[in-house]
């Protein structure tokens, strides 16, 4: 038992790497449709506001669906969840790629593929709660959340490698491949849940009398207003910088700079929590007000203000999911699907109503009153975290010695 028991951290911790694939590979098809927003528009003919609605309604699906899929995933487990959602985004992908071709088709898609993103974030999140020790789930979720500058790093790459050469829809096409490498490692490399059913039963059943609802609710408003302030980098930063005068080609290849310094502070991140003890909710409020702060540099609209921002806003203003759900997990270890569905709504949420309100905006008035909207959605965003903290520590959520007793049923498993 004992060389068992050495051995099973090292084991789920080597799963991370396709984990994070799935997660790329179910959250690409919205960072297509923002990041090659120009050449589909060009092609269906539809403007900046529509651009917002294609790319929301990616975001309202998932919405919809994180909080009812949530408890799903806790019951199948992980590797199911992410089978199913790879699944489908392949499919989208492909049929993206072939078959769409009126404003309404790629909405549809965009919203399916919304599911399917949210069934694979929950399913990434449930395997890290319940097959990392607590004293690794910081790194864990900074490799998972690299997932979505990852997805933006991709998206950017193939802008100018090919979108601008053999054609958007290839750029899909592409994307469906990605998904099926992604769903065959789940399939041969995911194992099964480490803790066994009546330890999970047991957990969700103390935690659920115990569950910090009233702060989890706060917290998914928080992390509607972040989102909404921070997905305009993913789905906007190259249209705004390309009105600024910049090449596509350049535009592309800021974002997968802007996408690799994101992934590289999340790592960093995520070693600093796990050499910590309770939530990290400060923390996550200073790097979303200094995202947002940041975000005023781009008002200026010139190809300067756009390098120059680029590092803090991509490094602080998003970098922070990791941390945000890793201590959305602190809070409630038994039931980590219901707990990141019901704060992963406000994600998608703000995910919805954010590129629609920065579009209508942009296209109505300017880049640059759309900006200073995201700055002031972010600055809300940090006053509801700051909130959903306080909440947390009212409610009690969760000890010392009741994160090393979860700890301890990682390594029993059964």
Not at 323 to 347: C, H
Request: hydrophobic residues 55%; aromatic residues 8%; positive net charge.
């Amino acid at each position: 038992m004992i060389p068992a028991q050495v051995e099973l951290p090292d084991r789920s911790l080597r799963g991370l790497p396709v984990i994070a694939a799935a997660s790329v590979a179910a959250i690409l098809p919205a960072f297509f449709l923002g990041s090659l927003s120009v050449e589909i528009r060009s092609e269906l003919g539809y403007g900046e506001a529509a651009a917002g609605l294609v790319f929301a309604s990616f975001f309202a699906a998932s919405a919809v669906g994180s909080s009812r899929v949530g408890g799903w995933v806790d019951r199948v487990g992980p590797k199911i969840g992410l089978s199913t959602a790879l699944l489908g985004a392949c499919l989208v992908n492909l049929a993206i790629a072939l078959g769409a071709r009126h404003l309404a088709a790629l909405i549809a898609l965009s919203a399916i593929a919304g599911i399917c993103n949210a069934t694979a974030q929950l399913g990434a999140n449930v395997y890290i709660a319940r097959n990392l020790p607590i004293r690794r789930q910081g790194i864990g979720f900074a490799v998972k959340q690299s997932a979505i500058p990852g997805a933006a790093l991709i998206a950017g790459i193939l802008l100018p490698s090919v979108a601008l050469t053999l054609g958007w829809r290839w750029v899909f096409a592409i994307g469906s491949a990605l998904g099926v490498a992604a769903l065959i490692a789940v399939r041969v490399r995911v194992q099964s849940d480490l803790q066994s059913a009546h330890n999970r039963e047991h957990l969700v059943h103390r935690d659920t009398l115990r569950g910090p609802r009233g702060a989890l609710v706060m917290l998914a408003v928080a992390a509607a207003f972040a989102t909404a302030a921070a997905i305009t980098l993913g789905g906007f930063f190259v249209e705004s910088t390309i009105n600024s005068g910049v090449s596509p080609a350049t535009a592309g290849y800021a974002l997968a700079l802007g996408s690799l310094i994101s992934i590289l502070v999340r790592l960093l991140v995520g070693g600093y929590a796990d050499r910590q003890t309770g939530n990290l909710l400060g923390v996550v409020a200073i790097m979303i007000l200094l995202g947002s702060c940041t975000s005023l540099i781009f008002v200026a609209q010139t190809p300067t203000a756009h390098f120059i921002g680029l590092p803090l806003a991509f490094g602080a203003g998003w970098a922070w999911p990791g941390l945000f759900n890793l201590s959305v997990i602190r809070a409630s270890p038994g039931f980590p699907g219901r707990a990141t569905g019901i704060t992963q709504t406000g994600v998608y949420i703000g995910g919805a109503v954010g590129p629609v309100l920065f579009g209508f905006t942009a296209e109505h008035w300017s880049y640059s009153a759309a900006w200073v909207l995201a700055a002031v959605l972010g600055v809300c965003a940090a006053g509801a975290v700051t909130l959903g903290q306080r909440l947390l520590v009212g409610s009690g959520s969760r000890t010392g010695n009741d994160l090393e007793a979860v700890d301890r049923t990682h390594e029993v498993g059964t």
